[in-house]
């Protein structure tokens, strides 16, 4: 393998192994390459990013390396974090709350068996969103970390207590994921109700397209926000029609008075 075509490969391992990195050998017995090649390939990439100046790093932790951002670009990060328009919650850190939610403590691994994909980065949004916390060790190797909810995850969605969860006595199994996550959704849908119409429009329509994309069956859009959504847009489309019967308007009244 070339040296170009192995670096660009070990950026693109070191991506998706997150934050649990690779060390040398994983590579090199993924990419079939000598241990000795992968490391200068690892160095070498090291220098590239830093010559560059590109906003991301490879660093070594504990024996691995992993892809991370600059600290000195943390401010804008935490703007981005502390942004309005980055308030909500994406499907999969909202299916990652619902589990914790109605089924804490628990781990990072029986989270991702659940829900059958990786959760870093779900648990990540909402450990940075005050949502949950680490509240204990499991009594298994390597003491994984146990996830609950926190005192901000009652106040986003309006709750005393857990206690006030939606009932989820009905579903037991974990084949009812997304029914946990639909009753979660109804109750934040009720948090925030009272906000402009259009962003709740825009939310509806989010949501749907994030659930598409995912794959999710069965999943519909509480009555309300659909209700908003269709109309947001009737309006819209009363908005067009009267934009159009006035530009006619208007060329009607051009060509009368070039007739005249």
């Known amino acids: 393998m070339k040296s170009q075509k192995l670096k660009a490969v070990i950026e693109g391992m070191l991506f998706l192994a997150g934050e649990e990195g690779l060390n040398v050998r994983q590579i090199a017995e993924v990419t079939e390459q000598p241990v000795d090649v992968v490391q200068i390939a690892i160095d070498e990439l090291q220098a590239d990013l830093k010559k560059a100046r590109r906003g991301i790093q490879i660093i070594h932790i504990a024996g691995c390396y992993q892809l991370s951002t600059l600290p ?15 308030s909500s919650l ?36 909402l450990v940075n969103k005050d949502l949950i916390q680490e509240v204990g060790r499991a009594e298994a190797i390597g003491r994984p970390i146990l996830y609950g909810t926190t005192k901000s ?22 084949g009812d994921l997304e029914e946990e996550t639909q009753l979660l959704f109804n109750r934040l849908e009720e948090q925030t109700y009272g906000e ?48 159009i019967a006035d530009h006619a308007s208007n060329e009607n009244r051009r060509d009368d008075k070039g007739s005249e």
């Open 196 to 243: 402009d119409l259009p962003e709740l429009a825009e939310l509806g329509e989010e949501l749907l397209e994030a659930v598409e994309e995912a794959g999710v069956q069965g999943f519909e859009l509480p009555e309300s926000l659909r209700e908003v959504a269709e109309h947001e847009h009737s309006d819209e489309g009363a908005a067009r029609e009267e934009d």
């Open 72 to 86: 000195a670009h943390a401010v804008y990060y935490k703007r981005l974090a502390d942004s309005p328009s980055r």
């Open 153 to 174: 995850f009652l106040n986003y969605f309006g709750l005393s207590g857990l206690r006030e969860l939606p009932d989820a006595s009905q579903f037991e199994t974990e």
């Open 90 to 125: 994406s499907q999969a850190a909202l299916e990652t709350l619902s589990i914790i939610a109605y089924r804490q403590p628990i781990t990072r691994v029986e989270i991702e068996e659940i829900r059958g994909v990786k959760s870093d980065r779900a648990l990540y949004t």
